[in-house]
């Protein structure tokens, strides 16, 4: 069974230009995260989907990131325009389960780099 | 609120050296906790979680933890590390809204 999948693995762009990532989760799996992982630091969440209803995206910064799960597979995570800042690797992951004592399986990541 | 403190941030270690890999939580009730591994390149992948019964948990790769409510601690430990497991290692708790909350990581340098 694949896991989850995300693309680009790599993205190098300049400041203020847009930047798009893409997940596709486990089949079957309802629960859907971003994270955000910056050097040396821990993942944290940017926002949660269950299908398609994003049910915890306080920590999205809504005047430049946005996403969308429009049929409750698949999602894209956007950014625009980027900020130096912004570099980080961008991590989605997905769940069976309502609750999060259930196990995330998370995806190889993408890797932002703004020049 | 919710917080997890990996006090190591780089441990090098012998291969087949005992390792113990150090997590400390914050947290009202009783946590769930998690340890993830993060290999190069790699997506996270769970190594084992606690939420109650037994504070002895098993995990894959024959890592272990103990949980110690009056520690408010969650280490990790195996018994002989293998050159292949160097990677980074975060400790995780979920929070009251159904967030995982990570600590910063500890990255294994294993030796031969």
């Known amino acids: 069974e694949a896991g989850v999948v995300q693309s680009p693995r790599y993205k190098i762009i300049e400041k203020k230009q847009p930047v798009a990532f893409w997940c596709n989760p486990i089949?079957?799996?309802?629960?859907l995260y971003w994270y955000r992982q910056n050097l040396g630091q821990g993942p944290e969440l940017l926002i949660r989907y269950e299908n398609e209803e994003a049910v915890d995206d306080s920590q999205l910064p809504k005047d430049r990131f946005s996403a969308e799960r429009l049929k409750g597979v698949d999602s894209t995570l956007k950014i625009q325009p980027a900020e130096l800042g912004d570099s980080a690797v961008y991590l989605c992951?997905?769940?069976?389960?309502?609750?999060?004592?259930?196990?995330?399986?998370f995806g190889e990541g993408s890797r932002l780099t703004v020049l | 609120a919710q917080s997890v403190t990996q006090p190591d941030i780089h441990i090098t270690v012998s291969e087949g050296a005992s390792l113990e890999l150090r997590c400390n939580y914050s947290?009202?009730?009783?946590?769930?906790l998690f340890w993830y591994v993060q290999s190069p390149g790699q997506g996270l992948q769970l190594l084992l979680k606690?939420?109650?019964?037994?504070?002895l948990v098993q995990g894959i790769k024959g890592f272990e933890a103990e949980f110690k409510r009056s520690q408010s601690s969650f280490n990790l430990r195996k018994p002989s590390v293998h050159w292949s497991d160097a990677a980074e290692y975060f400790c995780?708790?979920?929070?009251?809204?159904?967030?995982?909350?990570f600590g910063t990581g500890t990255r294994l340098q294993v030796f031969p």
């Open positions: 089949s079957g799996h309802n629960t």
């Open positions: 992951a997905s769940n069976d389960r309502m609750r999060i004592t259930g196990e995330l399986f």
């Open positions: 947290y009202g009730a009783t946590p769930y």
């Open positions: 995780a708790v979920a929070s009251n809204t159904d967030k995982l909350i």
């Open positions: 606690y939420f109650s019964g037994d504070t």
